[in-house]
């Protein structure tokens, strides 16, 4: 504070000076100097020895304390090889003005910089690498200069195409001529040619240093531009040279960079459900039993009824679920699928493609039920929890709007009329079911009085005739149940089935809100009559309608009958009763069937009896 009276004096005398040439025609520029300059155009360098006499700290800066010398050492070392490199890049400019000319290349020069290559695009269509072209990169490298480091992502390393000098590249890696000795190994590469272009392919990081020996130029294809052409290219133009290069060459290679780099560990199997139920030595012996697997863009993993033993863990890409030749879901990087389907030992129920190049980890039934049947009481709480998994995705179908139950009634004729609403509706009130297999779900003669849509698993229906078809995952059985009939033959589960149910009531109730079911009801009484005209008349047995019309009121005072409700009173072409028939298996359980030995049942391998059963 006392050195303010003592500096007024000469703040005034400069301020005075500014004011008598505040004509000057200096321009003012943005900034504190500026601002500074443009209040003291005339005393600019005495005014700024004032302010800084203002705002001198007591205590100078000390340049010989530690902490000060460490941050000049910092800055000294992050600065001096950016300032050495331009410094140098002058010099050379200046003395050997035609050393570093820029040259043009055009999309042309880089398609016959690949052709002239031994790469593995080399044979490539010519339209997939003018599109290769169109986003490349260039390069003007000065000696020494590096353009791809040791173990740098393939991400940021891209293909490197020499087009003028030569590279050096350096590589340091298993399988090297020299890794046995710790020397590196040392190759020059002139123009033209082609690098980094397997790095790329098997999406690898490099193993190896380029840089530039002398003046080079280069042109850099951008890896993410690289992969979205191949994936378009693929799925437009059915593959071609490409597909095979990829399948052949590139695959194995991606097999082997897993086998040798990223083998499986403990952590994989923290993706799947099962996760929680193992101990950390447990899954430490489980990965070491995976195996892993790679798979080119439209690779099949498995088809809908195949016994694939595997459950799988995917590494890196996507795949594509198709049920009924109907895309369904995608699991990309990350997702677990197959564990129930392994525990159960039972054939699948979609089909999996491989919408790009995939990475999987495989982990076979054989090494997991090894290690269960030690531990009966984990495989119990394993069962248990599959089951409960499976009840828990039935649940959530009701509301689901990818394989969800809503957009299943759709494609049930008599429903094929009904709202979105009604459908909702129905949904909400269908009943889950988890079913054992080799039971009667349906037996011939008992009342057709349930729609059955399947979400999972595959039911048989058979005839007298020996005639056979297999309903499997989203069909339905019952479609035509709104008319009064019996079953025209008998529905047994080929597997463990998993789906929902709507009873007539339920169904005429939803369609009745909105004045369709009568229409409902004539196109089931059509159906029937389709199927008498193709296996006979006797085929279907109709029920006898009530002679008494219902009353509008129901005799509990509730609300109004359904207008088409069914009449159980007799049977036409059967001397049986109703206590006579068996019960429909619906009826017994909802939700999981607890009278069923699922344990027993999950510890058989099926798919040795089904190739004793072939022989």
């Known amino acids: 504070m006392t050195s303010l009276p003592s500096a007024s004096p000469r703040l005034n005398g400069v301020q005075e000076q500014g004011q008598g040439s505040s004509n000057s025609s200096r321009p003012v520029s943005s900034g504190v100097r500026s601002a500074f300059e443009a209040t003291y155009p005339s005393s600019y360098g005495r005014g700024r020895e004032s302010f800084h006499s203002l705002s001198r700290t007591s205590k100078p800066v000390d340049f010989s304390a530690p902490e000060v010398e460490e941050a000049m050492e910092v800055l000294r070392k992050l600065l001096c090889p950016v300032i050495l490199r331009i410094v140098l890049r002058m010099r050379k400019i200046k003395r050997w003005p035609g050393e570093n000319v820029m040259r043009v290349y055009t999309a042309d020069s880089i398609i016959d910089a690949i052709r002239t290559s031994d790469s593995t695009i080399a044979n490539w269509p010519e339209e997939i690498l003018r599109l290769f072209a169109e986003e490349a990169e260039y390069f003007y490298l000065e000696p020494k200069e590096i353009i791809v480091y040791m173990n740098e992502w393939y991400v940021s390393t891209g293909i490197v195409v020499l ?7 350096r590589t340091a890696c298993l399988g090297s001529p020299t890794s046995l000795t710790g020397r590196p190994y040392d ?17 690898d990081v490099s193993n190896s240093l380029i840089a530039a020996r002398g ?4 042109a ?14 693929v799925l437009q133009h059915f593959g071609g040279s490409v597909l ?3 399948k052949f060459a590139i695959t194995p290679m991606c097999e082997r960079i897993m086998r040798e780099t990223y083998f499986p560990t403990s952590l994989v199997l923290r993706r799947s459900w099962m996760w929680s139920l193992f101990g950390s030595r447990d899954r430490i012996r489980l990965a070491r039993l995976m195996t892993v697997k790679a798979f080119c863009i439209g690779d099949t993993l498995f088809c809908e009824g195949d016994r694939d033993p595997y459950m799988h863990i995917i590494r890196r890409g996507v795949i594509k679920v198709v049920v009924k030749n109907q895309p369904l879901l995608e699991f990309d990087s990350g997702s677990s699928f197959g564990e129930v389907s392994i525990l159960f030992d039972e054939p699948r129920s979609c089909r999996a493609v491989a919408s790009t ?11 997991l039920m090894r290690y269960l049947r030690k531990r009966p009481m984990l495989y119990e709480a394993m069962i248990q929890a599959a089951l409960e998994r499976r009840e828990k995705w039935l649940e959530d179908g009701k509301q689901r709007d990818v394989m969800g139950l809503a957009g299943l009634l759709a494609g049930v004729p008599c429903l094929s009329q009904s709202t979105e609403r009604v459908r909702i509706a129905l949904a909400m009130e269908a009943k889950a079911h988890v079913l054992p297999p080799n039971q009667t779900l349906f037996a011939k003669g008992t009342v057709c009085g349930h729609l059955f849509l399947i979400g999972r698993g595959s039911l048989m229906v058979e005839t007298g005739t020996g005639d056979r078809s297999v309903r499997s995952t989203a069909d339905f059985v019952g479609e035509l149940c709104l008319h009064p009939h019996r079953w025209p033959t008998d529905v047994l589960t080929c597997t463990s089935v998993d789906g929902w149910s709507l009873s007539v009531d339920e169904i005429l109730r939803a369609l009745s809100s909105i004045n369709a079911d009568s229409q409902a009801v004539d196109i089931c009484r059509q159906g029937i009559e389709l199927y008498r005209a193709q296996h006979g008349e006797i085929s279907v047995l109709e029920e006898l309608a009530d002679s008494t019309p219902p009353s509008p009121k129901a005799e509990n005072g509730g609300d109004a ?8 009173l007799s049977y036409s072409h059967d001397p049986r009763g109703l206590d006579e028939l068996p019960v429909s298996l619906l009826a017994q359980a909802e939700g999981i069937y607890t009278s069923f030995d699922w344990k027993e049942y999950a510890m058989k391998d099926k798919s040795v009896f089904a190739l004793r059963r072939r022989r």
């Open 561 to 568: 009958a359904p207008r088409t409700k069914r009449a159980t």
């Open 163 to 169: 087009l003028y000098g030569e590279l050096n590249e």
């Open 220 to 233: 850099v294809l951008p890896s993410r531009w690289v992969w979205d052409v191949i994936n378009s290219y």
């Open 215 to 218: 003046y080079a130029d280069v």
């Open 244 to 246: 095979d290069c990829l």
């Open 357 to 367: 190049m995939c990475e999987v980890y495989s982990l076979h039934r054989r090494h």
């Open 187 to 203: 190759c020059r590469h002139s123009a033209q040619a082609v690098l980094c272009d397997q790095v790329v392919l098997c999406r």
